[in-house]
């Protein structure tokens, strides 16, 4: 009886250490990331749309997504800040997208089995 005790209670602690504590911990930051918003940043929506900063309210963030064009999101809907690195990256031009290769031709080519006649109703 002592034995199955004490592995429900380690099971317990492990739940807790694996799953809740992470939780909270992640939750916690991104709550602390909400708090620290502020006009000019780069952010991330959970929509993914990218943006800049331009307006903050208790309930929602005004971001610029291009020029002259604004949008209001929920604030809990901004899921993390640009870096630097990411901002410099968008900046820059994309690479012209690669010629969609063909699929070449079967080297043989079978007939498809004939369908067979619906019966006709009486």
């Not at 592995?7 to 916690?28: C, E, N, S, T, W």
């Not at 780069?42 to 291009?66: K, M, N, P, W």
Request: charged letters at 30%; aromatic letters at 4%.
């Amino acid at each position: 009886m002592d034995f199955t005790l004490i592995f429900i209670v380690g099971m317990l602690v492990l739940l807790y250490l694996l799953l809740i504590r992470p939780q909270r911990q992640q939750a916690k930051r991104h709550q602390e990331m909400l708090q620290s918003l502020s006009v000019g940043d780069e952010v991330i929506t959970a929509g993914g749309v990218y943006g800049e900063v331009t307006g903050i309210d208790d309930e929602r963030v005004q971001l610029e997504i291009d020029a002259d064009v604004r949008i209001a999101v929920a604030r809990r809907a901004i899921t993390s800040k640009v870096t630097p690195q990411e901002a410099a990256l968008m900046a820059e031009e994309p690479e012209e997208a690669p010629e969609a290769l063909e699929a070449p031709e079967p080297d043989t080519f079978e007939e498809p089995e004939p369908v067979a006649e619906e019966q006709t109703r009486r």
